[in-house]
């Protein structure tokens, strides 16, 4: 007898609806010819409820991160992307290579199952840049009003060599800060679609897989104290971080901080600070003095790193204060954000 | 950035800073109030004070539009708020000033409230237009700068008879609550004013001319970049050194003697003067704030929905009014980045970056090494 016929998903103007979640044929249909076609790796195709990976030889990292961006395309990804990128680069900043992912989907009913495809192939295509598979997943589907299109919450595992010890609490005084590239360009990316305000330059996201950059880095500083990436809260914030492990303070260079004038015209515009603004693609590293210079070359080597720069060092400080040198010779307090970015009225 | 860079050369700024240490005079005291929450900012933002030599004190002034909202049009404003059919419109700043019981619209909208930040009028009139059956409500706060947004929203309103869009009606106005804080008994000594920048390019130089002569004091109108702040000091210490009290134009850029007519005629037109409008930090203030026009009362949303006011005091601990009126600084508060911080602000100066406290406490507290 052969098999009965099952119509394809309408990729095209079909529409998410509860039956794609509620463990039947049509969550089964969606799996097979959207989620497992496009992340296909060996792991994922055991079809089990659970991915039994091969055994790691070394230490294992593991991060989750949750995303919930709104809207869920703009300029430079998506999404999708991000949710790789997101939990590859947490996986990164501890000097780990990043191996498997799992992914967890809570669609919104009514999404657009284009959207959706459009969004998981540029997951499968972030990962298969990055070099992890996709080896277990989930989906849910809650009605329409309780979600926000799409919710993707990945998990990642990955192995971090013998030797390699960083940590928030490792920041010395003395030590040199760098950062990999310019600030704010994710956060004024998104903000740019999220306000429609349509700037005339169009703003680009960092969004990008950091662990060959992390990897480069590591390599030509041995001994690298910490690597954090700056997303949420930004640069500010993730010093206060890491200032506050360590029992130091920072003191900044403002004018060595690279931003895009772009950028820098943007929150200008929008009364924000492209020191509090979130990036996707950019590392802070921490190092001892005498390894800057090579820090600083293997940053700029790649890609990713072209427009790294020495930004501060780390000093004693019983306050925890990170500083900012101004270009007017004063000095002003860079301090954590508090609650939510909000523009100023005059 | 064009015509922004220019105004923020570090090296500019330390040959200015040099001039003005060769023009203040030994053993005489140059007390300075910049009036508006933007040079506040700027101040604090670029640490212009560690510039200056000691004898030139900046005293901040009330010109924070969140901080001077009383907190009885806070609590109104969250009434409305909560209203089921009532989707309520404002700024970015106002969303987090503290109002009674713990609220603020924060606050109301995890309880369900629809409040939107909006960046201008026009996105409350799209918001009007795309929710035909609920009422959007603008609240309207800020001095003279953010008053004529709001008067163009009206105009609109009513020309495209959008039955559904109404003002709360907060606006400010600045020469009032000078004189007000240079008549008060008590009021903090002055030697002049560094006078509003955004303000007087709609209202023009000219008001001030009362202040200048009545009250013998110096205004200097200044941008709000870190040069023309500096400028306006130097142009200060000049007018204090030769006994002169003019009212001076440092921001020539963009202000002029008269203004902005066409801004100017459309407030006239949709608003008009209140009798006396309550003031966080200096109480009633005859003759400070603006009503919808009664042309425009249909638009006005204390009457469309019934808004009983309420004057509701300061926290016992909290020195927002002596601060707002210059008369203390922000660590001379004792609930001062301890039970007040801007994670959670006690009063409302510790609300926007324009604000003494907040601008103090993210710029400067390492200064006096407060607390951690």
Redesign the interface.
Known sequence: MSKSYTRPLDLKHGLVNLTHGSGGRAMAQLVSELFAAEFANDWLAQGNDQAILPPPGARIAIATDSHVISPLFFPGGDIGSLAVHGTVNDLAMGGATPLYLSAGFILEEGLPLADLARIVRSMAAAARDAGVAIVTGDTKVVERGKGDGVFISTTGVGVVADGVNLSGDQARPGDVILLSGTLGDHGMAVMSQRESLGFASPILSDSAALHTLAAELLAACPGLRLMRDPTRGGLATTLNEIAQQSGVGMRLQENAIPVQASVRAACEFLGLDPLYIANEGKLIAICPAEQAAAALAALQAHPLGQQAAIIGEVVADAHQFVRVATDFGGERLLDWLSGEMLPRIC | ?KY?DEF???DI??GMAAHIRTLVQPGRQYRLMEF???HT?AI?????T??LPENIRLIHGPG???CVLPIGRVDSAIELALRPDVILCS??????VPASNKMSL?QARAKGADVR?V?STKDALQIARDNPHKQVVFFA???E??TPPTALALLQARQEKLANFSVFCNHVLTPPAMRHLLAAGDAVELDGFIGPS?VSTVIGSAPYAAVATEFAKPVVIAG?E?LDVLQAVAMLVEQINAGRTEVETQFSRAVTLQGNDKARERVAQTMTLRDSFEWRGLGQVPHSALAIHPDFAEFDAELRFTLPYRHVADHKACECAAILRGQKQPQDCKVFGIVC???NPLGSCMV???GACAAH??????VQ?AT?
């Open positions: 950035m922004v923020r050369r570090g700024a330390r508006c929450g933007g900012h604090a933002r670029y640490g212009l560690g510039l924070c539009p969140v700024y970015g700043d106002t969303l987090r924060y930040m960046y706060i800020g001095f700068t953010t955004h709000f870190p911080t801007p994670d926007s970056s324009e406490y993210h710029y400067g507290r390492f090494g951690a």
